[in-house]
């Protein structure tokens, strides 16, 4: 497909992410749901102030509500050797909880621009002390683009979700023209 361009996943960006969400949250180990959520949370929210993710990752339907698919299987240690080989090096996950090996995390937080750390911040402000369950129940579950997979996982395209934001037909065919999608959201 020639011009265009396509968001490349960027697994050290994705570190960057988490690290920032941990650094707000002053913790080294958290729930691995709610790290998920939080990040859900600000990618959505980037993407109606600015018509694009943060994190460049695919989302999912799951029973918890929506998730950031590649994240997950990052966190369960089931992703391609390439990205997985780099995840650990900084988070391990033990049972139900992540945790950032060493602060070395933080030195990937340079891959954050300030618009994207200022949404995460106000995300982590609204959100970061709520219980997890709360947080799947209350909000995750509400919201308009997600789906009960019955157990399993659904996709959720990024024009599914700016839809669900409220966004007009031009606007969103404008943010994936812009971002390199627009083929592949309409295949």
């Known amino acids: 497909m020639f011009g265009v361009f396509f968001m490349l996943f960027d697994v050290e960006k994705l570190i960057g992410f988490a690290a920032y969400i941990m650094k707000q949250m002053n913790v080294d180990s958290m729930k691995y749901i709610m790290l998920i959520k939080l990040m859900y949370l600000s990618d ?4 109606e102030l600015y018509d694009s993710t943060i994190s460049n ?3 999912a339907s799951m029973p918890k509500g929506p998730v950031l698919s590649r994240l997950l299987n990052l966190i369960r240690n089931d992703s391609i050797e390439e ?24 030195k990937k937080i340079d891959k954050l621009s300030k618009a994207e750390m200022k ?9 970061g002390n709520w219980n997890r369950w709360t ?17 399993s996982s659904r996709p ?13 037909e031009d606007e969103i065919n404008a943010a994936l023209e812009e971002n390199g999608l627009f083929e592949r ?3």
Do not use: C
């Open 185 to 187: 959201e309409l295949a």
């Open 156 to 168: 959720i395209s990024l024009k599914k979700m700016m839809l669900a934001l409220g966004k007009s």
């Open 83 to 106: 990205f997985q080989k780099v995840w650990n090096s900084y988070f391990q996950t033990q049972d139900n909880d992540i945790h950032m090996n060493e602060n070395f995390a933080f």
């Open 44 to 47: 959505r929210k980037f993407v």
């Open 57 to 59: 990752d695919d989302f």
């Open 119 to 127: 949404v995460i911040d106000g995300v982590v402000e609204k959100y």
């Open 135 to 151: 947080l799947i129940d209350e909000v995750m579950h509400k919201l308009p683009e997600w789906e009960d997979p019955n157990g």
